[in-house]
């Protein structure tokens, strides 16, 4: 996807774009994607994350919200399931149910990759 080309992308693809690119072992969250998507919102990534299919290759298990906790859902067990992912790339919560953001968070997309694809801020800060 060229530069030129993103205001044509529908929102949900680069929300998935940009979480395909967060690493095993590494987290981000909804805000950070928000910022790097850009004209989006928190919710809007929690939204895209919700709608995606069981057999996605979307690693959105990745994103958490920005206490370092996995957000709770109204319905199944995908919080369970989430937490499990991540525990088995390495990840690891407190007896608070956190991680780490300043160990395991992620430092966003390399900048050739923001080059060829479009809006966002060149470092997303760490929440």
Same mark, same amino acid.
């Given at each position: ?44 990534? +929690? ?42 790339? +390495? ?37």
């Amino acid at each position: 996807m060229s530069r030129g080309s993103v205001e044509n992308t529908p929102l949900y693809k680069r929300i998935y774009a940009v979480v395909r690119q967060i690493p095993a072992g590494h987290v981000a969250t909804y805000g950070q994607i928000a910022r790097i998507v850009g004209r989006c919102t928190a919710r809007l990534v +929690g939204y895209a994350m919700a709608a995606l299919p069981s057999d996605t290759d979307v690693p959105w298990h990745r994103v958490i919200n920005h206490q370092g906790k996995i957000s709770p859902r109204s319905t199944g067990d995908c919080g369970i399931r989430q937490r499990e992912q991540l525990e088995a790339e +390495g990840i690891r919560f407190n007896h608070q149910a956190r991680t780490d953001l300043r160990a395991v968070g992620w430092q966003g997309p390399d900048r050739r990759w923001l080059r060829r694809h479009g809006p966002g801020v060149a470092a997303p800060p760490q929440e």
